[in-house]
T-cell receptor, first 112, second 113 residues
Framework: GESVGLHLPTLSVQEGDNSIINCAYSNSASDYFIWYKQESGKGPQFIIDIRSNMDKRQGQRVTVLLNKTVKHLSLQIAATQPGDSAVYFCAEPGNSGYALNFGKGTSLLVTP | DAGVIQSPRHEVTEMGQEVTLRCKPISGHNSLFWYRQTMMRGLELLIYFNNNVPIDDSGMPEDRFSAKMPNASFSTLKIQPSEPRDSAVYFC???????????FGPGTRLTVL
């Protein structure tokens, strides 16, 4: 079936460095994608989304890039901080159109 | 905005007991979702409501699980009888329309002994 997957299950970066979290998707018909951040003991928190008619979208310290040719999505975090340590999920609408298909998640660990 | 509110935050119960989880969506949102999260299976959609009406409950594991949404500001997820394999974190999420970004509550961590 169609699914959303992540290349790297864990990522360790030093404080101040930039982080890149990748996501591969298989549903070419998806018209938007969402990145969520989940800290320990908390629910997934919306970070940023991007529509399929865009290649790039920037937020505060975060940038999402969408490459529809290779069905690849990435989340870039600038000047990573300890508070960025969390599990990051990419998500896309499922076949139903309302439910979200979540990837397995990438754990980001920021070291001092 | 208070965000999605869930209660209780933690629940420990014994096998066979009834468990009721509660959710208050964000005011004005007309879509509500119940998810279950485990290490093995990740986030799984259990049921989806739109305008208080259940639209898709195909993710509900079995008849022991039931969900209601009596009004736009309240929903419950009930497990009766509970089993150890139901232990997980249960999330409620709401969105202003379908499809759209979903906003999650803090979750209820359920432990069934």
């Amino acid at each position: 079936g169609e699914s959303v997957g992540l290349h790297l299950p864990t990522l360790s970066v030093q404080e101040g460095d930039n982080s890149i979290i990748n996501c591969a998707y298989s549903n070419s018909a998806s018209d938007y994608f969402i990145w969520y951040k989940q800290e320990s003991g908390k629910g997934p928190q919306f970070i940023i989304d991007i529509r399929s008619n865009m290649d790039k979208r920037q937020g505060q310290r975060v940038t999402v890039l969408l490459n529809k040719t290779v069905k690849h999505l990435s989340l870039q975090i600038a000047a990573t901080q300890p508070g960025d340590s969390a599990v990051y999920f990419c998500a896309e609408p499922g076949n139903s159109g309302y439910a979200l298909n979540f990837g397995k998640g990438t754990s980001l660990l920021v070291t001092p | 905005d208070a965000g999605v509110i869930q209660s209780p935050r933690h629940e420990v119960t014994e096998m066979g007991q009834e468990v009721t989880l509660r959710c208050k969506p964000i005011s004005g949102h007309n879509s509500l979702f119940w998810y279950r999260q485990t290490m093995m299976r990740g986030l799984e959609l259990l049921i989806y409501f739109n305008n208080n009406v259940p639209i898709d409950d195909s993710g509900m594991p079995e008849d022991r699980f039931s969900a209601k949404m009596p009004n736009a500001s309240f929903s419950t997820l009930k497990i009766q009888p509970s089993e150890p394999r139901d232990s997980a974190v249960y999330f409620c999420a709401s969105s202003p329309r379908e499809p759209d970004t979903q906003y999650f509550g803090p979750g209820t961590r359920l432990t069934v002994l």
